[in-house]
């Protein structure tokens, strides 16, 4: 039903199921890369980029790009990209593994090739490579706040928008896990849908009953909607907004029901100084928003030599 591994690792890679993650490789790439990388030149370039288009045709350069602080690089297949799309004579010579930790100052990469592909695909490039890592840095903050625990970190929808595989990617680099990717893969039967459904068990029984081969999640706000969605056959729950207590009860009455033990996942409000405590109640998964939703892109600087 779903694959993980355990936290921290610093390569992870991607697998099928609402949840993947694979610590013998680097996550495989989004099939929707190209495209993303298109869309991108398509709203910067546009018709064409009047500023390079200054500099003669025939003149090449070299680049340098380096960090102005600490990360986890990410995104160096969408960089590439970037350069292959407006003009495969850019030749980069990465310095840096993707999923590496570096330094600040360290020296990510070398490009060489015609001066105005450089210029042009600096912006679009730059805003992939910094904003992965930023993603992949947080990631790998979180992450090592629940060492020593058999609890992972799970991602959510909460996206950049159109970025949304490009930072699930970013997500297995930093050492978290992926949630479902979107609507189509997974069932999260949520507060909405419990009162449009009419009870917990209608709609997990609806969801059984849709034919789709994927897990039924249920949120729930209470011991009580957690026994309800157990009676139900739920395959996992998400408890919404528990208390670290709480959390401990759910566990227990999760490993006494008749239909659990199922994967526990806990959510809501936390932040870096509540998650040890919630990890060690015996949760199987956190989900946190902030992961993807409030990432910071890691300082990045491409210069001329």
């Known amino acids: 039903m779903w694959e993980g591994s355990a936290p921290g690792a ?67 297949p969408w960089f590439d990209e970037v350069f292959r799309q407006i003009d495969p004579r850019v030749g980069v010579e990465w310095h840096v593994d993707e999923g590496d930790f570096v330094g600040a100052g360290a020296l990510l990469c070398r490009l060489a090739g015609p001066a105005r592909a450089l210029l042009t695909g600096e912006r679009a490039a730059l805003n992939f490579l910094q904003t992965l890592s930023g ?6 903050h979180w992450v090592g706040l629940v060492q020593g625990t ?81 009676d139900a056959g739920a395959d996992m729950a998400l408890l919404d907004e528990f208390s670290p207590d709480d959390l401990r009860v759910a566990v227990a009455v999760n490993a006494g029901h008749p239909n ?11 932040t870096t100084d509540s998650l040890p405590a919630i990890a060690a109640t015996g949760v199987d998964f956190v989900s946190i928003g902030a992961l993807t939703k409030h990432v910071r892109s890691i300082d990045l600087s491409m210069r001329f030599e």
Do not use: W
């Open 10 to 76: 610093r390569k992870p890679g991607g697998g099928p199921g609402f949840f993947s993650k694979d610590v013998t490789s680097m996550p495989a790439l989004p099939d929707d890369l190209t495209q993303t990388v298109a869309r991108a030149l398509e709203e910067d370039i546009g018709t064409g980029d009047l500023t390079a288009a200054l500099v003669p045709a025939e003149r090449n350069a070299r680049a340098t790009v380096i960090t102005r602080e600490p990360a986890v690089v990410c995104g160096r």
């Open 135 to 140: 993603t992949a840095t947080t990631v790998h």
């Open 260 to 270: 659990g033990p199922i994967k526990l996942e806990a959510s809501g409000s936390v």
């Open 150 to 230: 058999n609890c992972r970190l799970l991602d959510t929808r909460k996206t950049l928008p159109g970025l949304r595989t490009a930072q699930k990617y970013a997500v297995r680099c930093g050492g978290g896990t992926n949630h479902r990717t979107g609507l189509h893969d997974g069932i999260l039967i949520k507060e909405n849908h419990i009162l449009a459904a009419g009870s917990i068990a209608a709609a997990v029984v609806a969801a059984r009953g849709a034919g789709t081969a994927v897990p039924v999640e249920v949120e729930v706000e209470t011991l009580d909607e957690l026994r309800q969605a157990l």
